[in-house]
């Protein structure tokens, strides 16, 4: 009997073993994608800050530092680098954790991936093309015939780059909703229950979010918000975990 258990403890030394050689395995490549992804978008850096300066027109920021050029050069490129590499990150990630997954689990991994990347694209892009641009030209009017504006390239880009962040972070929400809705956290009658309180924080987190305090920028930000948190709800709806799915868990659980 003593000689099964010590058996057994070997083996789960070995499995423990194993997993961390595993997790080295995929962060060692991972690493490897975000450096040569980083070298690849140093070719591209110059143009991909075209593109961020579009919405100033025909206003050039300004470097007030010797190195400010050159480190928001290298910034953008590790930003392209992580892109680029990004796909790989994921499939590491998705190797390292698919084999702890139960069969239903891994459905619901395979729903991930494709909807977070999509949900997050779609933030960037509606940053991108509405938000960002109603708001520079906004800030560009404002008391325009009081202060000149000279704005700097490392402030500028670290507020662009900012916006597309938290605004592609925003989107995910309504996963987040799915989630939480799944381990039984929330569910979509409480959901429907709170939408005066969620227009209430809606509007404080658009107020935070918006770059500009003026309510026409406000209001394009809570739309979308508001839109979100309806699809929240509708995603709460098919959350329900399945009979047969818990059965699955409940025998995993016994079986373990």
Same mark, same amino acid.
């Given at each position: 009997?003593?000689?099964?258990?010590?058996?057994?403890?070997?083996?789960?030394?070995?499995?423990?073993?194993?997993?961390?050689?595993? %997790? *080295?395995? $995929? %962060?060692?490549?991972? !690493?490897?994608? %975000?450096? @040569?992804?980083?070298?690849?978008?140093?070719?591209?850096?110059?143009?991909?800050?075209?593109? @961020? #300066?579009?919405?100033?027109?025909? *206003?050039?920021?300004?470097? #007030? !530092?010797?190195?400010?050029?050159?480190?928001?050069?290298?910034? +953008?490129?590790? +930003?392209?680098?992580?892109?680029?590499?990004?796909?790989?990150?994921?499939?590491?990630?998705?190797? =390292?954790?698919?084999?702890?997954?139960?069969?239903?689990?891994?459905?619901? %991994?395979?729903?991930?991936?494709?909807? !977070?990347? #999509?949900?997050?694209?779609?933030?960037?892009? &509606?940053?991108?093309?509405?938000?960002?641009?109603?708001?520079?030209? &906004?800030?560009?009017?404002?008391?325009?015939?009081?202060?000149?504006?000279?704005?700097?390239?490392?402030?500028?880009?670290?507020? /662009?780059? $900012?916006?597309?962040?938290?605004?592609? +972070?925003? =989107?995910?929400?309504?996963?987040?909703?799915? &989630?939480?809705?799944?381990?039984?956290?929330?569910?979509? *009658?409480? @959901?429907?229950?709170?939408?005066?309180? !969620?227009?209430?924080?809606?509007?404080?987190?658009?107020?935070?979010?918006?770059?500009?305090?003026?309510?026409?920028?406000?209001?394009? /930000?809570?739309?979308?918000?508001?839109?979100?948190?309806?699809?929240?709800?509708?995603?709460? $709806?098919?959350?329900?975990?399945?009979?047969?799915?818990?059965?699955?868990?409940?025998?995993?659980?016994?079986?373990?």
């Amino acid at each position: 009997m003593s000689a099964e258990r010590d058996l057994m403890a070997t083996d789960r030394e070995l499995s423990l073993f194993e997993h961390l050689n595993e %997790l *080295r395995i $995929r %962060l060692t490549w991972s !690493a490897g994608a %975000l450096m @040569l992804g980083t070298i690849v978008s140093m070719v591209f850096a110059k143009q991909a800050l075209q593109v @961020l #300066i579009l919405p100033l027109g025909q *206003r050039i920021p300004q470097t #007030i !530092a010797p190195t400010e050029h050159f480190v928001v050069y290298f910034r +953008i490129a590790l +930003i392209g680098g992580v892109i680029i590499a990004m796909p790989m990150i994921v499939y590491q990630l998705v190797r =390292f954790v698919l084999p702890g997954l139960l069969p239903h689990e891994r459905k619901y %991994l395979y729903f991930l991936l494709p909807s !977070a990347t #999509i949900s997050y694209a779609g933030g960037v892009v &509606f940053a991108a093309l509405i938000m960002l641009p109603t708001a520079i030209n &906004f800030m560009q009017g404002f008391l325009s015939d009081v202060v000149e504006m000279g704005w700097t390239l490392d402030n500028y880009v670290a507020f /662009v780059t $900012r916006v597309l962040f938290w605004m592609g +972070i925003v =989107f995910e929400t309504p996963l987040l909703v799915f &989630f939480m809705a799944k381990l039984g956290v929330v569910n979509a *009658r409480q @959901l429907s229950r709170g939408r005066k309180w !969620a227009v209430l924080a809606i509007a404080v987190i658009a107020a935070l979010v918006t770059p500009t305090p003026d309510p026409v920028n406000m209001m394009i /930000v809570m739309i979308p918000l508001y839109l979100l948190y309806e699809l929240g709800i509708i995603l709460a $709806r098919f959350a329900r975990a399945k009979p047969k799915e818990i059965a699955t868990s409940e025998d995993s659980a016994s079986a373990s």
